[in-house]
């Protein structure tokens, strides 16, 4: 027994910061963050909190899966930290909804929504949940440096949730991990009178080029994997829905792999990379335009710090 998808829902920070916004801050241009990026403009919280865009996603994905906080079994959050060091995101969220059931945060990075999936997989494997919450939500615009023009272009802040109900659905899940600094933002330094000053950059330090070819190469052999494990080639499969890192990317490993355009949504346009929460806010904009149909097969794939990747083959099975 694994799970099927119920509902999903998202919510988005009022702000948005175009390309334009941009380069009054930093050494930019529209015509570059496009043309190498695909991205137009990202949501950017200013005066909501994190709590605020996951409860609204929370409840949103609740109320398109027709349950009640009260169904909840277990909620897992995929984030790279929500507005405390601790209690967990997930326990702020669950302290919110009044919902009654463990609660805990997973940090898998931009992959970290398949990695939420995979624990999600064993509670539901233990038999100790009907319906799961996998709720991720993501403040990129607190960790970067917004003077690095690098980076700071890149990311968006968002909120976006599935609610699982044990079923069987699910084809294939895998999640991996190579250890690697190439993408690190290291925590901010605190003020042990004891401790050694901490001399590292604050901000997200990324080899861009090097994340790139291990996006790239993610993609291609997960993608292939994926075929082989389920035994749905990549011809059969409706839809693959890939971490929004950059359109470039995706279109990269796309070619390669002779695939039609079609197969792949994409809305980095509008977000920029919102880590975490760029896949379940894919699928919450296909299946709110009604463009997921029962029995399709689709693939989700990830990439991104640790570094690490996910992928899931699973039906669309509402
Ligand atoms: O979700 C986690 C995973 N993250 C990713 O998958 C990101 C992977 N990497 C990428 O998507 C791309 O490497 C970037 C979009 C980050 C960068 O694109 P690129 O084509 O690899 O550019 P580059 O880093 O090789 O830089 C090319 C040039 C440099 O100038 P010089 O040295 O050639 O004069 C940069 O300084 O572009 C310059 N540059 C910019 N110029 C204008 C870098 N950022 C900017 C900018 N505006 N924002």
Redesign the pocket.
């Known amino acids: 027994m694994s799970f099927r998808i119920i509902g999903t829902g998202s919510a988005l920070p009022a702000c948005r910061i175009t390309n334009d916004d941009l380069s009054n801050l930093?050494?930019?241009?529209d015509e570059?963050?496009t043309t190498?990026?695909g991205i137009r403009e990202r949501p950017i919280l200013t005066t909501e909190s994190v709590t605020e865009i996951a409860v609204a996603a929370a409840r949103n994905a609740l109320e398109n899966s027709g349950i009640s906080p009260a169904d909840l079994g277990y909620i897992v959050c995929p984030t790279l930290g929500g507005d405390y060091m601790t209690p967990s995101l997930a326990c702020v969220v669950q302290m919110e909804l009044q919902a009654n059931c463990p609660a805990v945060d997973v940090n898998g990075?931009?992959s970290g929504f398949l990695y939420a999936l995979d624990v999600a997989d064993g509670i539901f494997a233990r038999g100790k949940a009907r319906y799961v919450l996998v709720l991720a939500a993501e403040r990129l615009s607190r960790i970067l440096d917004w003077s690095d023009?690098?980076?700071c272009?890149?990311f968006g802040d968002a909120a976006a949730a599935v609610v699982l109900e044990a079923g069987d659905a699910l084809h294939y899940l895998e999640v991996t991990a190579r250890g690697n600094l190439c993408?690190a933002s290291p925590l901010a330094p605190g003020s042990c009178p004891y401790t050694e000053p901490d001399t590292r950059k604050p901000g997200l330090l990324?080899k861009?080029?090097e994340?790139?070819a291990f996006?790239v190469n993610t993609i291609s052999s997960s993608l292939k994997k994926a075929a082989e494990e389920t035994g749905i080639s990549m011809e059969e499969t409706d839809y693959f829905f890939l971490?929004q890192?950059?359109l470039?990317?995706i279109e990269t490993a796309r070619k390669k792999l002779g695939l039609p355009e079609e197969k792949f949504p994409v809305n980095i346009q509008k977000y920029g990379?919102t880590?975490s929460a760029s896949i379940p806010l894919l699928l919450d904009e296909w299946n709110r335009a009604g463009k997921l149909k029962k029995g399709q097969h689709l693939v989700l794939c990830a990439?991104?710090?640790g570094l690490t990747t996910g992928l899931a083959a699973l039906d669309w099975d509402i």
């Open positions: 930093v050494d930019t241009s570059w963050i190498r990026t990075a931009c023009r690098s980076t272009v890149l993408l990324m861009n080029r994340v790139y996006a971490h890192a950059n470039r990317i990379n880590s990439f991104g710090a």
